[in-house]
T-cell receptor
């Protein structure tokens, strides 16, 4: 069964600290993996996309990694800010963008305290 | 910022009422989607469309219907709302080709409460 599991379910950190969110998947075949950020009461927004051949990709203070062999991805947030408080959702696609089916994780709820 | 808009943002209605959730995008995207999201749960696909006059049911069984008579517009209708329909409904669109193909652009959601 194709699944996407995220951990931890929730996380509280202090402003300025770093944190790492995990995403494990069993989706096969694999096309790409995206991380989305969803602020409370808003729709998700894409942070980064990882394809099979990519190991790491950065977007400002966000760095995503992918290990396609172990089917694991992580999202590392550096020097956290209050605005980083949100749910972070991992989404895996099993084929190309036209026909691909998307598998969603339940998200990690991150809270950054001052 | 994504150019995709949903109305209403919040709606409280009684059981048995008919409701339509509106979704419009100005990006010219061919593919559009409706997702249902409950707290702490993954998004569930309820309908999608590849283009005008194309609509398909998603993974989640739903009593709602959709239409796509214009590229930019993808409304979702519930003929008779029930308390079990209480949820957050997210509309999204994506390019089929191009540099950002497959990336979902979401609206801000419609939170429906059925009493």
């Amino acid at each position: 069964k194709n699944q996407v599991e995220q951990s931890p379910q929730s996380l509280i950190i202090l402003e300025g600290k770093n944190c790492t969110l995990q995403c494990n998947y069993t989706v096969s075949p694999f096309s790409n993996l995206r991380w989305y950020k969803q602020d409370t009461g808003r729709g998700p927004v894409s942070l980064t996309i990882m394809t099979f051949s990519e190991n790491t990709k950065s977007n400002g203070r966000y760095t995503a990694t992918l290990d396609a062999d172990t089917k694991q991805s992580s999202l590392h947030i550096t020097a956290s800010q209050l605005s980083d408080s949100a749910s972070y959702i991992c989404v895996v696609s099993d084929r190309g963008s036209t026909l691909g089916r998307l598998y969603f994780g339940r998200g990690t709820q991150l809270t950054v305290w001052p | 910022e994504a150019d995709i808009y949903q109305t209403p943002r919040y709606l409280v209605i009684g059981t048995g009422k008919k409701i339509t959730l509106e979704c419009s995008q100005t990006m010219g995207h061919d593919k559009m989607y409706w997702y249902q999201q409950d707290p702490g749960m993954e998004l569930h696909l309820i309908h999608y469309s590849y283009g005008v006059n194309s609509t398909e049911k998603g993974d989640l069984s739903s009593e709602s219907t959709v239409s796509r008579i214009r590229t930019e517009h993808f409304p979702l209708t519930l003929e008779s709302a029930r308390p079990s329909h209480t949820s957050q409904y997210l509309c999204a669109s994506s390019e089929i080709e191009g540099a950002r193909a497959g990336e979902l652009f979401f609206g801000e959601g419609s939170r429906l409460t059925v009493l």
